[in-house]
Every structure is written in C-alpha cells, then in structure tokens.
C-alpha cells in the first residue's frame, strides 16, 4: 500500500491526484476533497488511513488550474469556482469508477466537506457522502447556487460532522443542511462533538483533539463500511 500520484485529463489538462490502494482488487474506494491548504501531509495521513482500513483513497488536486504559486491557501481557496470543481470531481469519479471499484463514496475536509456535498448533488452514482466541518454552506463560489440550495438533490446517505465550537459551519448550519436533506426524503446522520472547533481532525493545526479526532474518525470508517463494502 503506497502513495503514488497519476494525471487524469480534464479538459485537455492534467490534474494531479494521489493514490492509496490497497492489495485487495475490487475494493470501494473513497475521493477524498482536500482542504484549503491543498494535498499535504494531512491528506495524505487521510488517504493512508482509508488504506489501511481496505479502502481505495483517491486526492485530487483541485489547484491545479492556478500553477504553481506562494500564495496563501486563503488566496488559493478564494479562486476556487463551483462550476470548474464540479467538472473536476465528475471527472475524478469516471477515472475512479473505471478501476473496478464495488462502491464509490465522497469525502472532504473544511473546503473540502463544503465540495464533496456539491459534487455529491450532481453526481448521482455516489454511494455514500461525508462532510467533515464543510463551511461556507450559503455562499456560492462563482454562478450557481450555494451548497445549502443544492443539498436537496443528494440521493445517497449522508454523514455531517462537526464541532460545537466551530463558527464556520456552526452546528446551526449543520442542522439546517439535515433539515434540507430531510425534507427531501434523505435522513441524514449528524455529529456534533462537543468541546471542539474547525478542523479539530487536523494534527497540523492547534484545534486538533486527538480523542475526539479518533471517535469521528472511527464512525466515519463504520459509515463507509455500512455503505460501500456490504454486498
């Protein structure tokens, strides 16, 4: 089990994205939609978990329209366009799909929790999503609708986690996405963990919380299991 990147083209241009594969051929595999400091070390730890846990790890790199660049990931973030990260994971999961997976599931963490629920609306084959923290659930990033006026259109479980201390999203938001996704016939399943901000997942930032990080971490593998790897 090894991290190796491979190039998909979008368009006529190449998009970087990290893999994690395990030994086992057919396994479900999970797109995993970074956060805004891009596919690190994080996402790479994240990819290398799934791995080990059975789970084909796929990490595209959603920057990849802007070159290379020093600048900030706030900056990068800010570039960012709903309409072009939609044709970038439609295009991850044929590439994904076309590798002999059973089952095909979308996460992502903070901008990336934000981006899986989005291409989840649009990309009816996906059988399971999960938003770690997703923010920015009213804003849309360039035309379009923002991701609380697109959740309605999800047709597979949904599983939306969180912090009691974050403000972006706050639990608020959160409960509002399961109100949309409830109303619309998809009862989603909704963490809150108390005691706990933004990215507290993230063992690269001071909000991490290694307990809390273990117990999300542990329900979101029970959902991909439930989900991907049943027959």
């Given at each position: ?16 994205v ?12 999970a ?37 290379e ?10 570039r ?8 970038d994971?439609a ?43 997703g ?6 990033w360039?035309?379009g609708e ?9 047709t597979?479980?949904v599983?939306l ?9 706050s ?10 996704l409830?109303e619309?016939?998809?009862a ?15 063992f690269?930032r001071p ?19 439930t ?5």
């Open positions: 089990m090894d991290l190796n990147w491979t190039s998909i083209d979008v368009d006529g241009a190449a998009m970087r990290l893999t994690c594969l395990p030994l086992e051929a057919g396994s479900p595999a797109i995993l939609c970074m956060h805004a400091p891009g596919v690190d070390n994080f996402m790479e730890a994240m990819a290398q978990r799934l791995g080990r846990a059975g789970f084909a790890a796929y990490v595209p790199d959603l920057y990849y329209r802007q070159g660049t020093e600048d900030d990931p706030i900056k990068r973030m800010g960012l366009r709903d309409a072009e990260l939609m044709v994971l295009t991850t999961e044929r590439y994904v799909a076309r590798q002999d997976h059973r089952r095909i599931a979308i996460a992502g963490f903070c901008m990336g929790g934000r981006i899986a629920l989005i291409a989840a609306s649009i990309l009816t084959s996906l059988d399971a999503a999960i938003s770690f923290y923010g920015f659930i009213r804003e849309a360039g035309e923002p991701p609380i006026a697109r959740v309605g259109t999800i597979c479980p599983l986690i969180g912090g009691a201390e974050d403000s972006n999203p639990a608020d938001d959160i409960a509002e996405l399961a109100r949309v409830d619309a016939g998809n989603p399943e909704s963490m809150i963990f108390e005691g706990v901000g933004h990215a507290f997942l993230n690269n909000g991490y919380r290694e307990e809390v990080a273990m117990r999300a971490w542990s329900r979101f593998e029970e959902f991909l299991t989900h991907l790897a049943s027959d």
